[in-house]
């Protein structure tokens, strides 16, 4: 179906109703409809409907970061990613939450607050009966259940499950704050 806007005529998808300024983009679009997945990795198995798509995907075998941040230099791999980033150099907080007055500037950030209000712990360990509110604080805690010490002196051979220790260790011991 063809609709006009402006003079040009607009390509409208039988599907589900979007519209395009373009008949390549229409075509394109209406892959998403199939289960075709014309569009595969030359590296690993992955296969998809869009080009797009494609091109994102291998930015995981190339490690290449297209995307810069024009005020600090930071590097990334998708847009979606910049985009985010770039609210760091702004005073912008899009995200609010309908309980309280907090502002803040991610999604994520604004889940995790959400929490305070409904005291839900998502994170749950496998292994015990410990919960938590915070992924990164689930990752901690599987650390408990191991012998790994992901962390290392760069100075003697102590190693350690926690960052923190690492940094007390530093502090304490070689008289320098570690990373």
Do not use: W
Not at 28 to 33: G, I, P, Q, V
Request: proline residues 4%; positive net charge; aromatic residues 6%.
């Amino acid at each position: 179906m063809v609709a006009h806007t402006n003079g040009k005529p607009l390509m409208k998808c039988t599907m589900c109703n979007v519209k395009f300024l373009k008949t390549s983009a229409l075509m394109e679009h209406m892959l998403t409809h199939g289960e075709d997945k014309p569009f595969e990795c030359t590296v690993c198995d992955y296969r998809c409907k869009q080009l797009g798509n494609l091109k994102h995907h291998i930015f995981i075998h190339t490690n290449e970061k297209p995307y810069t941040c024009t005020f600090c230099g930071d590097r990334f791999k998708q847009i979606g990613h910049l985009k985010t980033h770039l609210l760091i150099h702004s005073n912008e907080t899009p995200h609010h939450c309908g309980l309280c007055d907090f502002k803040c500037k991610q999604s994520g950030t604004l889940n995790e607050h959400m929490r305070t209000h409904t005291k839900e712990s998502p994170f749950k360990c496998s292994l015990c009966d410990y919960k938590c509110k915070r992924s990164c604080n689930l990752t901690s805690h599987l650390l408990t259940h191991s012998d790994e010490t992901p962390y290392h002196c760069p100075v003697c051979t102590y190693q350690c499950k926690h960052a923190s220790n690492l940094k007390r260790h530093m502090v304490k011991n070689h008289q320098k704050v570690g990373n």
